[in-house]
Nanobody, 121 residues
Framework: QVQLVESGGGLVQAGGSLRLSCAAS????????MSWYRQAPGKQRVMVAT???????NYADSVKGRFTISTNNAKNTVYLQMNGLKPEDTAVYYCYAVLRTTNWGQFQAYWGQGTQVTVSS
């Protein structure tokens, strides 16, 4: 059974930094995509940053230049370094991965449980 476990959320003042981590565990054979999404109160969940197995990255316009996504492939872990945080970054941040648990099986999507990030003004 696959699990994605996030950590690193918390309360920070505007202009501060946080680093989120997400570790994927279970019978994982390969990961094609790992991403961070966020959902603010009353809003839809949106993509923040994505990294592919080929190390291609993509960011939401709102976080470009401030957030950096990276991975430790040996540990099946994805990170989100968040600098220059703003109150509008306040949200629950979710880890997302597309992976397969067998060498020839289909890739499937998994979500973490979410971690709260609150930025005070």
């Amino acid at each position: 059974q696959v699990q994605l476990v996030e950590s690193g959320g918390g309360l920070v003042q505007a202009g501060g930094s946080l680093r989120l981590s997400c570790a994927a565990s279970g019978n994982i054979r390969s990961i094609s995509v790992m991403s961070w999404y966020r959902q603010a109160p009353g809003k839809q969940r949106v993509m923040v940053a994505t990294v592919t197995s080929g190390d291609t990255t993509n960011y939401a316009d709102s976080v470009k230049g401030r957030f950096t996504i990276s991975t430790n492939n040996a540990k099946n872990t994805v990170y989100l370094q968040m600098n220059g945080l703003k109150p509008e970054d306040t949200a629950v941040y979710y880890c997302y991965a597309v992976l397969r648990t067998t060498n020839w099986g289909q890739f499937q999507a998994y979500w973490g449980q979410g971690t709260q990030v609150t930025v005070s003004s």
